[in-house]
């Protein structure tokens, strides 16, 4: 069974500083691999999608790298900014096209 | 493109009563749609899967009697809360899929369901 973890479950930093989150699956055999923004009482936003066959994807100061070998994604952050905080969540895609989701990054970037 | 619609943004509802909840695909037929919820502080959950034309897949631990669900349509699934008791206030959030979308699935912005 797939099981999505993000570490840190909550995060707190100042404005200006470049940041990782992390999302390890136990299942290797994805489809695709998705993070996903949500802000307090909302739905998701979708950020990047990263499918299996890439490595990476960028989109502005955001940058999505996966590893399928090793079960692990990371989110980059560039430049944080009050307006980044959020729950960030990540999902897997495998053979029964479900999403699972991972357990969620907090985030709160201080001005 | 690619956008998914809930109605009702939130409900209120009295405990024993039933609610519907709609998710329209906009700009895209949808053959498969996903049905999630999600508790305060907490990730989504997946509680089933809706098929146009056919029976939805409920997850495990899912009540299916309980949580009705219809995809009458390629633009229209439905989820139906009925006799709600106040455990089952939550977030509810819907996806639409296409074919041909590299599986990937597009949200809607969720209903806060809440049962007094």
């Known amino acids: 069974k797939q099981e999505v973890t993000q570490i840190p479950a909550a995060l707190s930093v100042p404005e200006g500083e470049n940041l990782v989150l992390n999302c390890s699956f136990t299942d290797s055999a994805i489809y695709n691999l998705q993070w996903f923004r949500q802000d307090p009482g909302k739905g998701l936003t979708s950020l990047l999608l990263?499918?299996?066959?890439?490595r990476e994807q960028t989109s502005g100061r955001l940058n999505a790298s996966l590893d399928k070998s090793s079960g692990r994604s990371t989110l980059y952050i560039a430049a944080s900014q009050p307006g980044d905080s959020a729950t960030y969540l990540c999902a897997v895609t495998s053979g029964t096209y479900k999403y699972i989701f991972g357990t969620g990054t907090r985030l709160k970037v201080l001005a | 493109g690619a956008v998914v619609s809930q109605h009702p943004s939130w409900v209120i509802c009295k405990s024993g009563t039933s609610v519907k909840i709609e998710c329209r695909s906009l700009?895209?037929?949808?053959?498969?749609m996903f049905w999630y919820r999600q508790f305060p502080k907490q990730s989504l959950m997946l509680m089933a899967t809706s098929n146009e034309g056919s029976k939805a897949t409920y997850e495990q631990g899912v009540e299916k009697d309980k949580f009705l669900i219809n995809h009458a349509s390629l633009t229209l699934s439905t989820l139906t809360v009925t006799s709600a008791h106040p455990e089952d206030s939550s977030f509810y959030i819907c996806?639409?899929?296409?074919?041909?979308?590299?599986?990937?699935?597009?949200f809607g912005p969720g209903t806060r369901l809440t049962v007094t």
């Open positions: 990263i499918q299996s066959s890439q």
């Open positions: 996806s639409a899929q296409a074919p041909g979308m590299s599986y990937e699935q597009y």
């Open positions: 700009d895209f037929q949808a053959t498969t």
